[in-house]
């Protein structure tokens, strides 16, 4: 009976290929073909604009007027702007005193900068320690502010919004914002502040992120390859061209009076900071990115903590381009060209495509191909478009190109929750704003790694497994051994590395794992 109902079920998928099956296919593979050869011709454009910003050493303080704040015998310390310095926290236990300090040890006159801690914790023993450290700072002669809310409304864009209410922020010119696990040197003011001084024009001044556990795992490595590019070519290309670029949300200064005009800041996405952004933007606003200016903080180094965080990076943008696109369009204060790169280029290619094509085309179009041999993918988009993205995508890190092939591997693994958070996104589906705070561990893990004889921890299986991924490779393995025994292709390479990296994922064997204390 089982051999007959198999038997049936194999004829009605036989006769149902050629008139739904192969057509289908077809279509997504020119989909993905296309989407394919867009990310090529962006990361080709991008990879062009720094070739000529490296040869030519176009640098911000060339292009832009930049005339280091110096002492006035006249004036005194009012020669120097009002400067506000927030630092947004949620139970940061591990890091908050880092973040604090460096804030406090910034190089800039005492009466002329303001820190403002934003402490949303709801622990009270972690509220408790960060209130002390602020005290202990206070009692050095720091002009430091230590503010709570009853509530978590907005999240980090609520507590920044709130923030800038209090009576002493409108005596400040310019905010700079550091998330809690980021330390800037001491001499950051005074490198950026200048640009917004001397350049009426400007709204915002970027920093580089500086990663101190890049050599924590292997997943930290690949992470740090992702991000370096970013920084390396994708902030210094948009603010080379169109002085426009996303705000990072950390290690920044903003001119106050024009995120006032901007509309501050807006809690409908979960990313505030690239919200802002846009819209600064369209009001004419223009921004400058310092790559020479690094600002230390943490890598996410456990699983769970990178996959909300990217889940956050890829939801958040695909649902601002949702809310935003016709208010782009309509938009008169900025050039067509303008506008056509923000919406194509920066939300479009780069926030959407970019998540959807490394998932279905190569996780689940390419590998569909094997099961249907009347479909064929050309070697162009199947080998030397990924290969030529992927080697333009490792110029950002050169000390780990022997890891690219991790990296390949890894970043399609990861494709699977980028793509499923776009489209919760674009659809603003059920998590659309779900905000996990990523977790930082500091020394925490070094500490609990350094204890005696620490026992064993207990995990249950529901902790480690992660279906979504176990799923997807066995789909791969499946086509793998398909192709083995029918195709003729070759895939089957790929398709057996690419399902163990979805198995490692699935069974929780990435980045690092903090016992438990």
Known sequence: MDTLQG?????VLQQAKAPLIVPLLKFLVVVCLGMSVMLFVEKVYMGIIIIFIKLFRRRPVKHWKWEAINDDVELGNSAYPMVLVQIPMYNEKEVYQLSIGAACGLSWPSDRIIIQ???DSTDPTIKDLVERECQRWASKGIN??????DNRNGYKA???KEGMKHSYVKQCDYVAIFDADFQPEPD???RTIPFLVHNSDIALVQARWKFVNSDECLMTRMQEMSLDYHFTVEQEVGSSTYAFFGFNGTAGVWRIAALNEAGGWKDRTTVEDMDLAVRASLRGWKFVYLSDLKVKNELPSTFKA????QHRWSCGPANLFRKMVMGIVRNKKVSPLKKFHVIYSFFFVRKIVAHIVTFVFYCVILPATVLVPEVQVPIW???YIPSTITLLNAVGTPRSLHLLIFWILFENVMSLHRTKATFIGLFEAGR???????????DALKTKLGAKAPRKPRLRIGERLHMLELIVGFYLFFCGCYDLAFGKNGYFIYLFIQSVAFFIAGVGYVGTFVPNS
């Open 117 to 119: 801690v934003l402490d």
């Open 7 to 11: 038997g049936q079920f194999g004829l």
């Open 381 to 383: 988009g199947a080998v």
């Open 432 to 442: 659309v704003n779900e905000w996990v705070v990523t977790e930082k561990l500091g």
């Open 158 to 160: 609520g507590a920044l």
């Open 144 to 149: 430091i502010k230590y503010e709570i809310r």
């Open 306 to 309: 990178y996959r909300y965080q």
């Open 188 to 190: 950051f003011l005074y």
